[in-house]
């Protein structure tokens, strides 16, 4: 094969449309360049929430079950208000923010992310700021008869709102898969039953944010899980299929049911103030699937 006689790589970037930079006429300097986010007028209208979202960024998640400190990726949505008099926000300072308490080491709980968003009031010179943030927690689940190891995840949440001169707000919840198995279809068949994946997700408001003492993760998880026909597992031999099937058999549960004894559980947490709970079952002799959701607070 005869040896290509290739230009140089700056003649390659001309020939294929590259330009010289043009003798620009406006400053370079930070100092001198109009900053049109902080030109004061009247824009009409305040805004509840501006900032920036799908931010991903690795995170240290703490654990009360092994792994007890993992490092994962969250997705991060940040926003604080804005007055009616400024044209905009300077988003960059959201993610020098977000950077700095990387830098940290920081921890995905409670506190840290109170602190984090009143900081980002400050920081934004605005009256609140909001902070929402998702990652993946994982957790060492044992299979139910050989004991055989191997990690599960679920979906943690966590939103706190802060607004000057009030309490701290917060939002926690947890998206887990479980195995729901159908009563009617055992009920009304000789043999068997039809049994599908349900999709539990519970958000809950703690009365005091700063200061839930219990892994709240495991907590909600266990809501869940506790009231399934069965938990899933990673790693399953035949004999742990055995006890999965048989176990899913003697739990029955409706989209109906879960949510009702998801809801008992959480009424029973003394640090929980109110809480909303779905299931949605992925139905596996329909097309479509089966839902079920209940609010409730006990204020």
Known sequence: MSKLNLPTKQERHTRFGSIQPAAGT???????????????????????????CEVKYPVNIPSSTSPTMQVSMAAFKMTTSLGRHSKGINMSRIMEQLEAYRQENWVMNLPTLANFTQELAAR????????EVWF???????????????????????KISYEKDCPIKAEIGIKAAITTLCPCSKEISEYSAHNQRGIVTITAVPYDPINVNEDW?????????SNASSMLYPVLKRPDEKKVTETAYENP??????????AAD????????????????????????????????KE
């Open 26 to 52: 406006k400053p370079t300097s930070k100092e001198l360049m109009t900053d049109l986010q902080n030109k004061p007028h009247d824009y009409l209208f305040a805004l509840d929430a501006v900032g920036i």
């Open 124 to 131: 934004m010179q605005q009256t609140s700021a909001e902070i």
């Open 266 to 297: 959480l009424y029973e947490m003394e640090s929980i103030q109110a809480f909303t709970v779905e299931c949605r079952n992925e139905e596996s002799i329909h097309l479509h699937d089966a839902i079920a959701k209940i609010t409730f607070s």
């Open 253 to 262: 549960r409706f989209v109906e049911d879960m949510v009702r004894l998801v």
């Open 136 to 158: 993946p927690w994982f957790y060492e689940r044992i299979s139910p008869a050989l004991k055989k190891t191997g990690l599960q995840h679920s979906e943690a949440f966590i």
């Open 217 to 225: 993760k495991a907590m909600l998880l266990e809501a869940a899980e």
